[in-house]
């Protein structure tokens, strides 16, 4: 009896918690040192979502006297190689009684690749308020996986998606993901309004992470697929699909506040991320999102600035 091939195999969210694996190496520049392995994609260069939460798994090791990440600011200053190890340095900057803040530099190849602050909080009684979650949006169960929505689509023709990146979408970046109104992989399924909406799950929960406590690895992880999506309100919004000749994005500042730490296992089941894109000009645009619980708790929100060029003629 043999095996099935590789591709027959279920999709995991493996590679999320692979990316969020730091060894602690001597430090050349700052305090504390880690290097990561940047994960499979089929672009050029690394998803920049590797950084992201690179850098704040790295800045979370450094923080042991129970205060919780709620804040973080990244700017992205050079592509990086992909399957790649990735120096993260961490400067030490202030250990107060209710805050804590750290910078944190990604090296390769000898040249910093991305710089990042984030700042740490003890937690104080105050008082309470929630964004809403946007109503009446479609059951994740009712609405078709990426897996389902490509399933039919051949690579090739008039978009850039081949086999590889066909793969990728469906189940190869560790979550499922579900759009509303509908993807922007091969054309702007849905209408180019400037609101989306998708449910992300893990394809199967996540797993444990060295030198992370759970709740820890969570917070990593959900700045982890933040990126993923994030550009493409505005992507709609200009009638642009990823797999549209001539396009060219690449993330430049990224911002993320962690307003409460998610109840042990949420992060194993759905989220909804409510996105917008804010602007769009000068080939750049900024989207805008929110994750919430299926009971509409707000865990945290996104900002992020990304180029967007459109050749014409995908010349």
């Known amino acids: ?31 504390v040192a880690f290097t990561a392995t940047t994960q499979p994609c089929p672009w050029p260069k690394a998803y920049g979502g590797d950084m992201v939460a690179q850098a704040a798994a790295a800045a979370l090791r450094t923080v042991t006297d129970g205060k919780t990440m709620h804040s973080m600011h990244s700017y992205f200053m050079r592509p990086v190689d992909i399957g790649a190890p990735v120096t993260y340095e961490v400067e030490v900057l202030r250990d107060g009684r209710g805050y804590a803040t750290r910078q944190v530099r990604a090296f390769q190849n000898g040249k910093a690749a991305y710089t990042c602050l984030a700042s740490f909080a003890a937690g104080e009684p105050g008082g309470r308020y929630a964004a809403s979650a946007p109503a009446d949006v479609p059951a994740a169960d009712t609405l078709p996986s990426s897996a389902a929505y490509l399933r039919d689509r051949d690579p090739g023709g008039d978009s850039t998606m081949t086999a590889v990146s066909k793969e990728y979408w469906s189940g190869g970046r560790s979550f499922d993901m579900r759009h509303v109104p509908g993807p922007v992989y ?18 199967d929960a996540l797993r444990p992470v060295d030198g992370l406590t ?49 109840a042990p296992g949420a992060l194993d089941g759905w989220l909804l991320y409510a996105q917008e894109a804010v602007a769009a000009d000068s080939g750049r645009g900024v989207g805008l999102g929110r994750f919430f619980t299926p009971d509409g708790e707000h865990l945290a929100t996104v900002v992020q600035e990304g180029m967007i060029r459109a050749t014409p003629g995908g010349q």
């Open 1 to 31: 009896m043999t095996s099935a091939p590789d591709e027959a195999k279920a999709p995991t969210s493996e590679i999320v918690t692979r990316a969020l694996a730091l060894d602690p190496v001597a430090a050349q520049h700052f305090d």
């Open 186 to 203: 091969l054309e702007v399924d849905g209408g180019s309004a400037p609101q989306q909406a998708l449910w992300v799950k893990p394809f």
């Open 214 to 262: 759970d709740a820890q690895r969570d917070l990593a992880a959900l700045a982890y697929v933040c990126d993923y999506t994030i550009l493409e309100p505005v992507l709609r919004v200009l009638d642009l699909a990823w797999a549209q000749p001539g396009l060219v994005t690449a993330s430049l500042d990224h911002a993320m506040w962690f307003h409460r730490q998610p």
